[in-house]
């Protein structure tokens, strides 16, 4: 069984930039949700996807917006970067109607 | 909206010296998640609690969620330096497992040798 990874682990990028971070969700789960980490602070919900669809989002402006393919992975993708994106991001997996969300390492981005 | 306060924010004990995190929840708890989380790493599940006055263990960690489900504490005994790091304590948004989940703001322990 292999766990969460996610791509790539570090990034820096400039204001005004767009990026993209990717997940593989652990095998069997068919869920992801990406969580935002600011420095010295708890993870933030951003949104869930699944079948491929976006299944509930937090408080965060459209320019931030995802994907999932058909074999459960996604992408998180932040346009028009801000300094204030500057965080870790992490993915979870699970499987839908399971309690307990598994964790990648996170991607951490930095935008100057 | 729901929110989790964790105390205390930092903590530093002796190794060999117990030790309990709290997280206190402004509305009723559905389902309360411990996670540890290493220093710009992920998150580690540890336990998950659902039931008003249920407790859970593993090896020297003890979760419990009172009866009105709107506190949990996190209890180690006997601490180790392996145990150093952040502990957060997470909350479902919802009344059932949906898996969008709300954290505390965490509480970092240091275990001196």
């Known amino acids: 069984e292999t766990g969460v990874t996610q791509s790539p682990t570090h990034l820096i990028k400039t204001r005004g930039q767009q990026v993209t971070l990717r997940c593989s969700s652990q095998?069997?789960?068919?869920?992801v949700s990406w969580y935002q980490q600011a420095l010295g602070q708890g993870p933030q919900f951003i949104f869930q996807?699944?079948?491929?669809?976006?299944?509930g989002r937090g408080n965060f402006p459209p320019r931030f917006s995802g994907l999932q393919f058909p074999n459960y992975s996604s992408e998180l993708n932040v346009n028009a970067l801000e300094l204030d994106d500057s965080a870790l991001y992490l993915c979870?997996?699970?499987?839908?109607?399971?309690?307990?969300?598994?964790f990648g390492p996170g991607t951490r981005l930095l935008v100057l | 909206s729901q929110e989790l306060e964790q105390s205390p924010q930092s903590l530093i004990v002796q190794e060999g010296k117990n030790l309990t995190i709290n997280c206190t929840s402004s509305k009723t708890l559905y389902g309360l998640y411990w996670y540890k989380q290493k220093y710009g790493e992920g998150l580690i599940f540890l336990m998950m609690l659902q039931k008003g006055g249920e407790e859970k263990s593993h090896e020297k960690i003890t979760a419990k969620l009172d009866e009105k489900k709107q506190q949990s504490s996190l209890h180690i005994t006997a601490s180790q330096p392996s145990h150093a790091g952040i502990y957060l304590c997470?909350?479902?948004?919802?009344?059932?497992?949906?898996?969008?989940?709300?954290f505390g703001q965490g509480t970092t322990l240091q275990v001196k040798p």
């Open positions: 979870a997996s699970s499987l839908r109607g399971r309690e307990t969300q598994y």
């Open positions: 095998s069997g789960h068919n869920t």
């Open positions: 997470g909350a479902d948004h919802g009344s059932g497992n949906t898996g969008k989940l709300i």
């Open positions: 996807y699944y079948r491929e669809e976006e299944n």
